[in-house]
Nanobody, 115 residues
Framework: QVHLVESGGGLVHPGESLRLSCTASGSVNTIKDVQWHRQAPGKQRDLLGALYSDGQALYHGAAKGRTVISRDNTGNIWYLQMSSVKPDDAAVYYC?????????WGQGTQVTVSS
C-alpha cells in the first residue's frame, strides 16, 4: 500500500507563495498519479491538479495558472507550489494518489491566509 503525509501548511500572507509537500511511503513505485485537492470550511473538496507518472501535469479550478505540481529527484515527494496567494486559498490541502493498491489520501495540511 501507499501512505501519504502532507506538510508545509501554516500562515501565508496575501501575495506570497506557498509550497506544500506530499511524502509517500510504501509501494511508491506503483503510484500512477498524485493529485492535490483542497477543502475550505463549508465547501466541497476541489481538485487543484495532478501529476502523472509520464510527467504530464493537468490543473483545474480557481488556482489554475498559479499552481505547479512537481516531484523531487528522490521520487517520493510531490510538491504543490502556489503563487500570489489570496484569502480564498485558505483551506485544508490534501494529496491523493492512485496506485496499484487503489486510492490513498493524506491527512491534510491547513493553510491559513491572513495579513
Amino acid at each position: 500500500q501507499v501512505h501519504l503525509v502532507e506538510s508545509g501548511g501554516g500562515l501565508v500572507h496575501p501575495g506570497e507563495s506557498l509550497r506544500l509537500s506530499c511524502t509517500a511511503s510504501g509501494s511508491v513505485n506503483t503510484i500512477k498519479d498524485v493529485q492535490w485537492h483542497r477543502q475550505a470550511p463549508g465547501k466541497q473538496r476541489d481538485l487543484l491538479g495532478a501529476l502523472y507518472s509520464d510527467g504530464q501535469a493537468l490543473y483545474h479550478g480557481a488556482a489554475k495558472g498559479r499552481t505547479v505540481i512537481s516531484r523531487d529527484n528522490t521520487g517520493n515527494i510531490w510538491y504543490l507550489q502556489m503563487s500570489s496567494v489570496k484569502p480564498d486559498d485558505a483551506a485544508v490541502y490534501y494529496c491523493y494518489c492512485n496506485s496499484a493498491f487503489g486510492g490513498s489520501w493524506g491527512q491534510g495540511t491547513q493553510v491559513t491566509v491572513s495579513s
